[in-house]
């Protein structure tokens, strides 16, 4: 019986080292448990779960153990380091106990969560220590599903969320979402598509997500709705959806009381507007602000906040879509009520293989900025590529912005610290789908994990996270997580390097996987490849200079000296801000043209060696897990040459230069 991948990385699989387990033995005698929450409940059972299947035992919850030892505790200490977020935790010994204590029910649980984890990586318990807090307040996921069960720019399946049978049916996995979730510190998520339809804030439908938002609560997480922003003309009849209409304004306030009568605890709402030819305030000649504001002034009597996406960008041939958030959010800076965020993607295009991180970060002081990751790999190869995706994430957040000198990372604005707000946030737009496995590609899983423990602590880095999962999810075998690892930590840059080499990015439209460089028709000029691209007989790349369209401005001065001069420019962006000509010289000795060439090419070779590491750990793997892997790396080979090939055939009608030696042309 192989593994079905169902269980992630919670498989609590039995302890066979004798003497770890003779240790784990003596503290889990029993679990000491005095509040009666809901929340502290799940980590009992989830303890009790882990331990069951660690060592094979049964462990019973008491409500007094005075004077107890050889157990594990929860203590809630409201008063506890007050200044600590409420959600975080310390597990330690103490009199003989395991002693897990938070200022709340939530830090119990993911405090709860690391000691399985402590366990399941089977560290010793002499010494136990561990403290942690969260950095970035709302830890969102951000599902693309739509009513009708397809998920855009999903991979793994049809939605988890099955509406036709809630509320009246609840499929036992979204409890186990919710586990998964909470394991890693995630404590919110919005369920539906951003391109939202208006149903979602329907009777019918908030009696479905209440249904959905019951089992999350018992985990810490809090439910979102995306919404239509037209809703109140499309689903309640008005004339208008005006921001600054009072029946409007009416409207939404009456709906939120609607939604909060069914789910108290409700999370907020998250808005795409006047984007990508969704609704919004613009079509009434007002701003985001003015539209995000009177949502917000909507969850004035409540908890809620109002989650505003700054991805936009109008069909304009001539403007340079780079600058086009910037331009339009920039101007609003102070302008938004404090229940508002404003959501950022990580760069200024659209979740490229690579891409410099986004000018808003640290251009928006007195606006609180979430960042906006995408797990599910749209660009990334889909559910048949393996990229570990942290270092991306890594990648921005360590990025620095330069606005209070240096040191001012994207983390620094995300987290809150350099402007001084609290409400900070960090989303990831989901890879989650009904697949057995969850993800569709095995691998994939690493994504949502190190997407959750980024969103609680960006200070992590990509290889302690990556080896976590791995002890976790695949192999104990050192030599085996060797290799995974390799593989894994090299991901990004080996397709990066037969997807989008120096700095070249692909968002045109079509299936979003086909490698079609050539594409100069689309419904707009800037759903086009040419447009981002610019190759024509001189050269490739897309002058943001000053003698281009000046996007780089938008940075500091720090910034735009490291990417203004192209001789200085590091390769990996030289082509997001220079036009270069073929035969210039590069850093490597190689002509732009050979440079291009050598990394398609050893890119597309290097998923040989990516094959290579995965068969060296076989024997170390589950069979099931193994071949799904396996298979799908296969598929990985075939593509990447199909993506080499495409871009060498069509540049090289440009470029009008042989294939450089020792690389075998296309066919
Ligand atoms: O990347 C693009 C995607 C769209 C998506 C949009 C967005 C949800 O191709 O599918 O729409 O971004 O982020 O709004």
Request: overall charge neutral; some cysteine; glycine content about 8%.
């Amino acid at each position: 019986e192989g593994d079905d991948g169902y269980r992630l990385w919670l498989k609590y699989e039995a302890v066979t080292n004798a003497p770890v387990k003779t240790e784990y033995l003596r503290y889990t005698t029993f679990i000491g448990r005095s509040d009666k929450g809901e929340i502290t409940q799940s980590a009992s059972r989830e303890l009790q779960m882990g331990l069951k299947n660690l060592l094979g035992k049964t462990v019973q919850e008491t409500s007094s153990s005075a004077g107890r030892s050889g157990g594990i505790l929860f203590r809630i200490e409201p008063g506890a380091a007050a200044a600590q977020p409420a959600e975080g935790y310390q597990v330690q010994l103490s009199g003989g106990n395991i002693v897990i204590v938070s200022r709340s029910e939530q830090g119990i649980l993911y405090g709860t969560f690391a000691l399985l984890r402590h366990l399941q990586m089977q560290r010793p318990i002499k010494n136990l220590s561990i403290a942690s807090t969260p950095k970035v307040r709302y830890r969102m996921l951000n599902h693309w599903d739509n009513p009708d069960g397809t998920i855009e720019r999903g991979y793994a399946g049809a939605s988890l969320w099955k509406w036709y049978e809630l509320p009246e049916r609840v499929d036992p996995r979204y409890e186990d979402y919710a586990r998964a979730n909470a394991s890693l510190g995630i404590n919110g998520t919005v369920l539906n598509n951003v391109n939202a339809s208006a149903r979602f804030m329907s009777q019918e439908y908030i009696e479905k997500v209440a249904a959905i938002a019951n089992v999350l609560r018992k985990y810490g997480i809090k439910t979102y709705l995306s919404v239509y922003f037209a809703a109140p003309k499309t689903l309640g009849g008005l004339a208008t959806s005006d921001p600054l209409d009072p029946q409007v304004r009416a409207w939404w306030k009456e709906k939120v009381a609607q939604i909060y009568k069914e789910i108290p605890d409700f999370g907020g709402f998250l808005v795409k507007a006047n984007s990508e030819g969704e609704p919004g305030p613009q079509d009434y000649g007002r701003t985001h602000a003015d539209g995000a504001n009177m949502l917000a002034e909507a969850f004035k009597a409540y908890d809620g906040i109002v989650v505003w996406r700054a991805f936009v960008y109008k069909a304009d041939p001539n403007a340079d879509r780079f600058k086009a958030a910037y331009e339009e959010f920039v101007p609003l800076d102070g302008k938004f009520d404090p229940k508002v965020i404003v959501q950022v993607k990580n760069g200024p295009i659209d979740f490229q293989p690579r891409e410099p991180f986004s000018p808003l970060f640290g251009n928006m002081p007195k606006t609180p900025l979430g960042i906006e990751f995408q797990i599910t790999q749209e660009y990334l190869g889909f559910a048949t590529h393996a990229v570990y995706e942290a270092p991306i994430f890594k990648e921005c957040l360590d990025s620095d912005t330069y606005v209070n000198g240096e040191g001012s990372t994207v983390a620094k604005v995300v987290d809150g610290s350099l402007h001084c707000y609290t409400r900070t946030l960090m989303a990831g737009v989901a890879n989650t789908g009904n697949s057995q496995n969850w993800t569709g590609h095995p691998l994939a899983q690493a994504n949502w994990y190190a997407f959750g423990r980024l969103s609680w602590d960006h200070e992590l880095s990509s290889e302690q996270i990556l080896q976590e999962w791995v002890a976790l999810t695949l192999t104990r075998s050192e030599k085996a997580s060797g290799h995974i690892a390799a593989l894994m930590l090299r991901s990004r840059e080996i397709y990066v390097n037969y997807n989008t080499p120096l700095g070249l990015s692909r968002p045109w439209m079509g299936v979003h996987f086909a490698p079609e460089p050539w594409q100069n028709k689309g419904s707009r000029p800037d759903w086009t490849a040419i447009y981002y691209h610019r190759a024509d007989s001189s050269g490739i790349g897309f002058d943001r200079t000053a003698s281009g369209s000046n996007a780089l401005a938008q940075y500091k001065p720090q910034v735009q000296q490291q990417w203004n001069n192209p001789d200085r420019t590091p390769l990996p962006y030289l082509l997001w801000f220079h036009h270069v000509r073929w035969d210039q010289k590069l850093s490597t000795g190689r002509s732009l043209w050979q440079e291009l060439c050598t990394r398609f090419y050893t890119g597309a070779d290097s998923v040989l060696w990516m094959q290579q590491q995965w068969d060296l750990a076989k024997t170390s793997l589950d069979p099931m897990v193994f071949t799904d892997v396996a298979e799908r790396l296969k598929v990985q080979r075939r593509e990447a040459i199909w993506w080499r090939d495409a871009w060498v055939l069509y540049l090289q009608s440009l470029a009008r230069q042989p294939i450089p030696a020792g690389f075998e042309p296309p066919k």
